[in-house]
């Protein structure tokens, strides 16, 4: 009985000196393999031949290009691992014409850098006039290089301020107008003007002078569809007109310039037809 109890112990002795060995093993090997890590993490991150030689730049105009190099500039001969690729993309976007950049390491030396350049669609005329870009982001103030764009009117500080997501509807319903034009073959540029109204929708003029043409909301594409026949109708016949009612694709009321005060009469045309008054 003694002799179990002895050898019961010894074994337990010797299962408890295993372990230790083990822990101890496994301790000193992961420290080693810890001590390479940091040796290779060291030896990369010092490495010369890792570090940035060539900054190329993508997807935008010279001008553009220049800015962006410049933000990266500071980043030449830093290590092209250990760069912070997010904190150079933010600096790069602030530039208000970025949309987006995007930057990928090229080993062993080089950053390429892609960038989305916004487009100007309109020119939005608050207090001061700034460029909207096609997705109906108001991004910078217009300078006077951008006279060929649609005019937005309508809009003040303070619709953006008291009810800016309605203020964002209206300036995408008149980028929508904007692309109906534009499908049409109608003339896009600084003569163009939309007219918000928060209750009446649109009004648009396509040149000085020209026109009125009341859109209200909604479906403008198949309004604007039978507008180049009834002005091209109208010029053949020698007419002008002062306002144009466009209640849809199919039918519309038309005011003529220089008729009699007194009647002050519209007429109902069926555009469809090209029926305009004589």
Known sequence: MRRRTVHRMHMKRKERCLRVLRIVGVTAAAGAACAVAVCAVCMIYNAPG????????????????????????PCRNENIVAID????????????????A?????????????????TARAVLALDEPFLVDASGIVFTRASGHHTDL????????????????????????ALQIIEGLQACALPLDGYVRLTCNREL??????????PEIYLGFDDYAFKLAALPRMLADLRSRGLRA???????????????????GDRRQAHAVRTAGADLPS
């Open 50 to 73: 890792l570090r940035i030689r060539h900054i190329y730049v993508i997807g935008c105009e010279p001008v553009i290009a220049e800015d962006v190099l410049a933000n990266a500039e």
């Open 242 to 260: 002062r306002y144009i009612h466009l209640h849809s694709h199919e039918r519309a009321f038309v005011k003529l310039a220089g008729q009699d």
């Open 201 to 210: 929708g649109y009004t648009l003029q396509t040149e000085p002078n020209g």
């Open 85 to 100: 690729l997010r904190a150079l993309r933010k600096r790069i976007e602030r530039n208000a014409w970025i949309e987006r």
């Open 150 to 173: 649609p005019v937005l009117c309508g809009l003040t500080r303070a619709d953006f301020e008291h009810d800016a997501s309605r203020a964002s509807r209206m300036i995408d319903g």
């Open 102 to 118: 995007v930057i990928r390491r090229q080993y062993p030396d080089t950053l390429s850098i892609s960038v989305r350049v916004r």
